[in-house]
């Protein structure tokens, strides 16, 4: 188990020490569950109470910070108490070590080749063609199908599948149960009045230093490629359709559902459960808040809200007209009663 004291996370931080310089600490907490050998951090003011009654033994704290009163608690002060804490969380995660090896349990096609320093894991298959880079992480009951192509670096947790043809970048993280490369969504109605298959040719190609969600799934594309491009963070549950371009950096939260050949601009926020028709294309660093409904083209820079998504402005004049339709309804009730009794 690592552990780390307050003198040597103040001296990565660049931080000051209000307390014992030797306590110790092995893992993180949030400052309301804090226990010994527990670092917790203050962000936020509203929790400040719990930072009084924590059991952590080293407390991350903003150089502004100021106790009311007495804390056990020995204090690390820094310029920036959240990106710090997402530093140590990085050099912890960094500090793990790797596993590597190949389990006598998994299939690997002698047509394959799996790079050096490589983890693959218990009843993995890895089909003719497949080309690993090395330094991946397989673990246990992937499926990597005929001419996947994976960089370096990538990790890949249990239960993934990733259809023939696919290519995976370098250093991207797939969750567990990810599909990749599925069939997109395509049928025909036919004279019988039911649905012909149309055949999904193209592949999903998805670019370095990406994250996928546990249980998201991106269709392979009808002709040419399903692309996400590099930086894209997705959320667990979400659908990307057939022939979909996502931008560079952009990032969704779950249960989002992006429909068939519709594009993504670079550095958008796509709040959880988004719904993109088809057909749609929408701009640069755009932002969608939660449930909306995009029907219709996105300029760049746009924010949207609701169903059908309206302007950020717009939408919330026509909430607070919302609200207030029942009171409006009775007034109108009441006007037309009063211009009758006029007519009369």
Do not use: W
């Not at 392979?220 to 659908?239: E, F």
């Amino acid at each position: 188990m690592m552990e780390f004291t307050a003198e040597m996370i103040a001296g990565f931080l660049g931080g000051e020490i209000v307390g014992n310089k030797d306590a110790a600490v092995h893992t993180v907490s949030s400052i309301e569950q804090g226990k010994a050998g527990s670092l917790a951090y203050l962000t936020n003011l509203k929790y400040e109470e719990f930072i009084y009654t924590t059991g952590a033994s080293i407390v991350l704290v903003n150089k502004d910070f100021t106790p009311k009163h007495d804390i056990a608690a020995t204090l690390i002060k820094v310029d920036d108490a959240a990106a710090c804490i997402v530093k140590l969380l990085q050099l912890y995660n960094a500090a793990k070590p790797k596993r590597k090896g190949i389990s006598k349990l998994s299939s690997i096609s002698e047509q394959a080749s799996v790079g050096e320093d490589c983890f693959v894991g218990d009843f993995t298959v890895i089909e003719d063609g497949v080309k690993v880079g090395r330094e991946c992480e397989i673990y246990p009951q992937v499926y990597l199908g005929r001419g996947v192509e994976i960089g370096e670096g990538t990790k890949i947790y249990p239960g993934v599948k990733i259809y023939e043809g696919c290519k995976v970048g370098s250093n991207c993280i797939l969750h567990a149960g990810v599909v990749i490369g599925a069939d997109g969504f395509g049928f025909m109605p036919n004279a019988e009045g039911g649905f012909d298959k149309i055949p999904q040719l193209g592949n999903v190609i998805i670019e370095d230093n990406v994250e996928i969600g546990a249980n998201t799934c991106i269709d392979r594309a009808k002709t040419d490629s399903t692309i996400i491009r590099h930086g894209v963070k997705l959320d667990n549950l979400i659908q990307i359709g057939h022939n979909v371009e996502v931008g560079a950096n952009t990032v969704s939260s779950a249960q989002t559902g992006i429909a068939g050949t519709s594009k993504v601009g670079s550095n958008c926020f796509l709040a959880g459960q988004v719904g993109i028709a088809d057909h749609v294309t929408v701009g640069n660093k755009v932002m969608i808040g939660s449930k909306s409904g995009i029907d219709k083209n996105v300029p760049d820079g746009e924010i949207r809200f609701g169903y059908p998504a309206l302007p950020g402005i717009k939408y919330h004049r026509a909430a607070a007209v919302f609200k207030d339709l029942p009171d409006l309804s009775r007034e109108v009730r009441a006007l037309r009663r009063e211009i009758e009794e006029l007519k009369k």
